[in-house]
C-alpha cells in the first residue's frame, strides 16, 4: 500500500505562483514514475505534468508547459510543482498519482496511475 500527501494549495491572485508538495510512504519505490493531475468543477480529470523515477524525464500538459515545474526530492518519494504565472482557469483540485507500473515511459491517462492523493484546492482569482 502506498499513501500519498499533497501540501502547498491555496489562494493566489492571478500571475501569482504556488509550490505543491507530494510525499509518498508506505511501500513506495524509487522507481515509479510521479504526476500531477488536476479536476476543476464539472469537469474530468486531466494530466498536468508527470517525472519519471531519475527525475530526466518530465512531460507537461499544454496548458501548463512554460509556468509549472515539475521536479523530484533527493528522497524521490517526494514531487514538488512549482506553478507560476498563474491564471484562473487553473483553478481545481490537484492531485498527486504514482505509476507502479515501473515503466521508462510517461503516460498521461488517469487509468495508469493506481495511487492517488486525497487532493489539494488551488484557487486563483482574477
Known amino acids: 500500500q502506498v499513501q500519498l500527501v499533497e501540501s502547498g494549495g491555496g489562494l493566489v491572485q492571478a500571475g501569482g505562483s504556488l509550490r505543491l508538495s507530494c510525499a509518498a510512504s508506505?511501500?513506495?519505490?524509487?522507481?515509479?514514475?510521479m504526476a500531477w493531475f488536476r479536476q476543476a468543477p464539472g469537469k474530468e480529470r486531466e494530466f498536468v505534468a508527470a517525472?519519471?523515477?531519475?527525475?530526466?524525464?518530465?512531460y507537461y500538459a499544454d496548458s501548463v508547459k512554460g509556468r509549472f515545474t515539475i521536479s523530484r526530492g533527493n528522497a524521490k518519494n517526494t514531487v514538488y510543482l512549482q506553478m507560476n504565472s498563474l491564471k484562473p482557469e487553473d483553478t481545481a483540485v490537484y492531485y498527486c498519482?504514482?505509476?507502479?507500473?515501473?515503466?521508462?515511459?510517461?503516460?498521461?491517462?488517469?487509468?495508469?496511475?493506481?495511487?492517488w492523493g486525497q487532493g489539494t484546492q488551488v484557487t486563483v482569482s482574477s
Open positions: 498519482a504514482i505509476d507502479t507500473r515501473q515503466s521508462t515511459a510517461i503516460s498521461t491517462p488517469p487509468w495508469f496511475y493506481s495511487y
Open positions: 517525472i519519471t523515477q531519475s527525475g530526466l524525464s518530465t
Open positions: 508506505g511501500r513506495t519505490h524509487s522507481s515509479y514514475t
